[in-house]
């Protein structure tokens, strides 16, 4: 029998009444090319009624689309989806609306089964799609995709797709958010949510062509698309257009990417958000299911961490198995924005809003009629590993308790958090469980070791009519009485409007401490994200009233305005956030500096990566050093920098004792003996840790200048060029060597053997302190032609390849500034920002389509402020910044204390996706040829003015009086020793 795919209905109309659930009008429209189809026969226009893109039969695909582009800036659009004549395994597989403009044009097709007929083999490239799917065993929904993705649906319901009735879908694209509305034709029932969408991103362009794919697989189904209308719309994102509006803190949830999507306020102790598994960083937006809410997370740090003070709601009779309390939602009906959370729990039909201050949290359950209402508390319940519990009902409106878990990256230690949970209504009953043993009426739990069964605690309210209970929780890391304290001095009677609107407001003061303009909405979000996700840490670690646990162990009191920060993301953070925190948040920096200096005092080391009060030796070097001195240069002096010297320059030169949980600097003997860590007495990355090493060295070394101490500012430098004595001049690559002075071997630069988290090819370039030192050994030449190869590729990586997703040679695309070719470093950073981030509520915050990474507490995303800014830190602590191309045309950075101007302008003069090349730069409208500048220049409230074009200029920032200070440049006496 011949297979037809029939077209019918493809309508333009003047106006969509989108809020209506009839049928629209439509009049024929003709501009769509011949179908396309595989495993059918070619497609068969039918009355202009409608479009069968598959015909019942199986392992079926097919497409079509407009035969000219049309505007996608902002439309509406419609359409009726129907199946029949399911095949005897259930309806499959779905269809998609598709804007595109794949290479292939209007014969472009993917793949069919779950592709769609959007992915898979031939997936449809520089799209964007809204996917319907009716097998079951991928979940009967909808999604939103690029470049071919397909799958992850979220349930539409009460709505179902693959019921056989006519599904009227409506968009609204305004620009910014897709707005979906779905209505069963035949029942009346309906869906609908929104959420951010880009296309123009996906797509690559303001116009695309459109239309739609579907497909079938083993299973089988006939697949019709009638009624369908379009109208391109003016776009309505801008009137939305706040800073902290265009906050998508979603972006980051998928691709390993590792963030968490719930309520904080700004470095706050806590970070209230959903978890949607198990020994994990807590939420992946792919996951199914939310388990429940908890108090404590970190952001993209790579481990699992937190998920203390764990809670969710309920209906009905209390179950207590963790199957039982977990529950499936739908990113329809699921929001955030800064400082808020909200989700539906699908099977207890439950809406649960989140907001946060710095110490407390707060959770709004509203619950449906006619069924008992519940909130459990399985505190044992953690994202690492519990090893203590306690939980007790002091009253009918509050619960107390404690919780011990690990810390986080499997390090040896655990930390108590201290919980008051107080109830805007009291409830009506109670009880506690051990395992699965519920004991009704019992008002305490507790669990004395791991090997015990996990604990929890539920209150109860009767069934009767809609309820709203807001669960008021505070924390501290000290005592039940710090925690009770942090909730009535921060929550106390304000409700949870109130407490989300101040939330809101701080963010407001945050994210406008930039101002930018120009650049496509896509680049706002993207910047305003990053903005957002580098002020969540380090975090607050004190209590309001200022005690807090030291690394002594002991309780210590701060004097009054003084705040003790926690958890540093040291080997990542010194590179790119660090400064940006410098430079948006000084005040703050200061106290994160002292915060250093007490850990350092009561712990006895510097430490690398501190969780909280201890000290975890994740990574290596010592970054915390260099986050410490780029302070200092910066101008930030309000702290003990005598004892922050002190432990710095011991680290830097000392073994720390035995027995001790700190490491120090790894094999500073041998360091001290033969200037480099020998790879034979190394167990862990001998070139990655003298890199590092080197680089805190040049970074103290400009301290001790700073504080007068000359002579040890001559010794630190002389270390800082260590790195030199792994360069092989045999293979110009920087090698793993051994006590004895001999290469280890083999040796490829494609080999982890020797490197951290990273090869010889993303390891060649970590001089930062000493870019033209590099390039003089490598030789000019050479040193271009690697970099031209190692950038061949950037928006995914190889052992070979540039690595986006990860801090060793975050700083490679800078260095033509030094090698005589900086409009490479113009285009090809420029090229980063619109590949590699991403923008889209499943999009990374890196890795937009095929990378995986994790943020590493405000890294990545401080990488990609400075660069859409226009300038970067490469070598932080020398207080010098290398210039790139802005992505907007205006810049206005608010100063603060203690800089002595009150706002740095940037202007980009013609800056658009074709002109990133810099043709002039202008300093306080005196012309300048260097391609850097140095800090004070920012500090002093100046003007930065740049002109772009599409053409590079090969004369600008050329020449060796024009590049970027190095350590062997400024102290040539150094390459004598």
Not at 235 to 262: D, L, S
Not at 696 to 712: C, F, M, P
Not at 963 to 969: D, G
Request: contains cysteine; proline residues 6%; aromatic residues 12%.
């Amino acid at each position: 029998m011949a297979r037809r795919v029939l077209l019918a209905g493809l309508m333009l109309l003047g106006s969509i009444p989108l809020a209506s659930c009839t049928m629209e009008a439509p009049r024929n429209f003709t501009h769509f090319s011949s179908p396309n189809g595989f495993g059918m026969s070619a497609a068969v226009l039918n009355n202009g009624n409608a479009i069968e893109l598959t015909n019942g039969g199986s392992s079926q695909s097919a497409s079509i689309f407009t035969s000219r582009p049309v505007d996608i800036r902002a439309f509406k659009a419609a359409f009726t989806y129907q199946i029949s004549n399911p095949g005897r395994g259930g309806p499959a597989d779905g269809i998609a609306f598709v804007l595109q403009r794949d290479p292939r044009g209007t014969k472009a097709l993917g793949q069919d089964g779950a592709s769609l007929g959007y992915g898979g083999e031939g997936a449809i490239e520089h799209s964007a799609a809204f996917q319907l799917n009716v097998m079951a065993n991928n979940t009967v929904g909808f999604a939103v995709h690029s470049d071919g993705e397909t799958g992850f649906y979220t349930p539409t319901t009460p709505v179902n797709l693959a019921s056989g009735d006519p599904i009227r879908i409506k968009l609204h694209f305004d620009g910014m958010r897709l707005h979906v509305k779905l209505c069963d034709k035949k029942t009346g029932q309906r869906f609908a949510m929104e959420q951010v969408w880009n296309p123009v991103a996906s797509v690559g362009a303001d116009t695309a062509l459109i239309g739609f794919t579907g497909s079938s697989g083993s299973q089988d189904a006939r697949q019709v698309v009638s009624q369908f209308c379009y109208k391109s719309v003016r776009p309505t994102w801008r009137k939305q257009m706040t800073a902290v509006a265009t906050v998508n803190p979603f972006i980051g949830t998928t691709n390993e990417g590792e963030m968490f999507p719930g309520a904080v306020a700004p470095f706050g102790m806590v970070q209230l958000s959903p978890d949607t598994r198990n020994h994990s960083m807590g939420y992946y937006w792919r996951n199914p299911e939310i388990y429940g809410f908890s108090m404590l997370h970190m952001s993209g740090v790579g481990c699992p961490n937190g998920g203390d003070v764990f809670f969710t709601g309920t209906t009905g009779p209390v179950e207590v198995a963790p199957k039982d309390y977990h529950s499936p939602y739908s990113h329809g009906d699921e929001s955030a924005h800064p400082g808020f959370y909200q989700v539906r729990l699908l099977k207890p039909n439950i809406n649960v809003e989140l907001t946060a201050t710095v110490h407390a949290g707060l959770a709004k359950f509203i619950f449906p009629a006619r069924q008992q209402a519940n909130i459990l508390i399985p505190i044992s319940h953690t994202l690492t590993n519990t090893h203590q519990a306690e939980i007790q009902i002091v009253s009918d409106r509050e619960i107390e308790g404690m919780v011990k878990s690990q810390t986080f990256c499997g390090s040896h230690h655990f930390y108590r958090v201290y919980f008051v949970m107080r109830f805007s209504h009291r409830f009506k009953s109670f009880g506690t469980w051990s395992g699965s043993k519920v004991a009704a009426n019992s008002k305490f739990a507790k669990q004395g070791n791991w090997h015990q069964s996990p604990i929890g605690a539920y209150v109860s309210w009767p069934a009767g009519p809609a309820r709203t209970v807001t669960a008021s929780i505070g924390i501290s890391f000290v005592d039940l009485a710090g925690a009770r304290n942090n909730l009535a001095t921060e929550v106390g009677v304000r409700d949870f409007a109130q407490v989300r609107h101040s939330t809101s407001r701080q963010w407001k003061n945050v994210l406008n401490r930039i101002t930018v303009s120009g650049g496509t909405l896509s680049d706002r979000i993207k910047f305003y994200t990053a903005l957002y996700h580098a002020a969540l840490m380090p975090s607050v670690f004190s209590d309001v009233d200022g005690r807090y646990i030291g690394f002594d162990q002991r309780i210590h009191r701060l004097k009054v305005g003084d705040v003790q920060y926690a958890n540093y993301s040291g080997w990542d953070i010194y590179r790119t956030e660090a400064p940006l925190l410098c430079l948006l948040f000084p005040k703050r920096m200061a106290q994160m500096c002292q915060s250093l200096v007490r850990d350092y005092r009561q712990g006895g080391w510097m430490p690398r990566w501190p969780h909280y009060n201890f000290y975890t030796n994740v990574m290596c070097g010592s970054p915390l050093t260099s986050v410490i001195c780029t302070a200092y240069r910066y101008g930030i002096h309000n702290f003990d920098v005598q004892t922050a010297y002190q432990a710095m320059l011991k680290d830097a030169t000392q073994a720390p004792p035995r027995g001790k949980p700190y490491a120090g600097e790894s094999n500073i003997g041998y360091i001290n003996q033969v200037h480099y860590d020998p790879q034979d007495k190394e167990g862990y990355g001998a070139v990655s840790q003298t890199e590092e090493d080197c680089y805190a060295y040049s970074a103290l070394a400009e301290l001790a200048q700073d504080l007068g101490k000359h002579a040890d500012a001559q010794m630190l430098r002389k270390r800082a060029m260590y790195y030199r004595n792994l360069f092989d001049p045999s293979t110009h690559w920087m090698r793993p060597r051994n006590l004895d002075g001999s290469w280890s071997k083999p040796f490829k630069p494609t080999q982890a053997h020797g490197y951290i988290e990273g090869y010889g090819w993303q390891y060649l370039w970590l001089v930062p302190h000493d870019v033209t030192g590099l390039v003089n050994l490598m030789g000019r030449r050479l040193f271009n032609q690697r970099m031209d190869l190692f950038f061949r590729v950037v928006n995914q990586w190889n052992d070979t390849n540039y690595n986006p997703y990860n801090e060793p040679d975050l700083q490679a695309p800078f260095l033509y500034n030094w090698s005589g070719k900086p409009w490479k470093t113009q285009s090809l950073v420029r090229r980063l920002c619109a590949s590699v981030y991403g923008a889209g509520p499943a999009a990374a915050m890196i890795g937009r389509n095929t990378g995986y990474a994790n943020d590493d507490c405000g890294t990545m995303a401080s990488w990609l402020i400075f660069s859409m800014m226009g300038f970067y830190p490469v070598d932080p602590a020398s207080g010098t910044f290398v210039v790139c191309s802005p992505v907007f045309k205006t810049v206005f950075i608010q100063l603060h204390r203690p800089y002595r101007g009150h706002e740095f302008t940037i202007v980009a003069r013609g800056a658009s996706a074709s002109n990133k090349y810099i043709e002039s730069m202008a300093v306080d409208g005196a012309t300048q040829s260097k391609c850097w500048f140095d800090q004070q220049v920012l500090g002093h409230g100046g003007t930065l003015e740049l002109k772009l074009g599409a053409r590079p200029n090969r004369d600008w920032g050329v020449g060796a009086a024009n590049e970027p200070p190095s350590l062997s440049v400024t102290h040539p006496g150094l390459l004598t020793h």
